[in-house]
């Protein structure tokens, strides 16, 4: 059985570098990159990093600012995420990861994982493929 992991970095939270966007490879993963209506420039070296990742990659743009507006775009994406998979039927397991340090995701995602599914918040991207880095020694502050 294929896994496919969707990793959807809240921007706003966590900035990943080129270096970090690099470790991301593989048939089986998807990334989307949920920003809010301020982030209108990306670092060179990070955007020639997302380029091999080809249609594995999206990028959201909330319209419009406001206290959680990234995280509601992300909860919202989620559960079509969710809804696309139990449409599909059999033939791939879902890993569902969100990439930020705010704790408020966490009831969300406990619920998800309670419905049966693979879903958890990491501090980084390298956490989210399974390393360590020095952001997970660090309880996850709320935004």
Known sequence: MTTITHI??????????????????GEGLRLAIFRGPGQMKYAADLAEAWQPLGASVQFVRCAKAGRNAVDMHIAYHLGTLIDAHRHAGAG???????????????PLLMYIRGQGYDALRVPSIRAA????????ARPAKKS
């Open 129 to 136: 493929i399974g390393g360590r880095d020095a952001g997970d």
């Open 8 to 25: 959807l970095v809240d921007f706003e939270n966590v900035q990943p570098g080129a270096a970090d966007i690099a470790l991301l490879h």
């Open 92 to 106: 791939e397991t879902l890993r569902l990861v969100v990439v930020s340090r705010d704790t408020d995701f966490d």
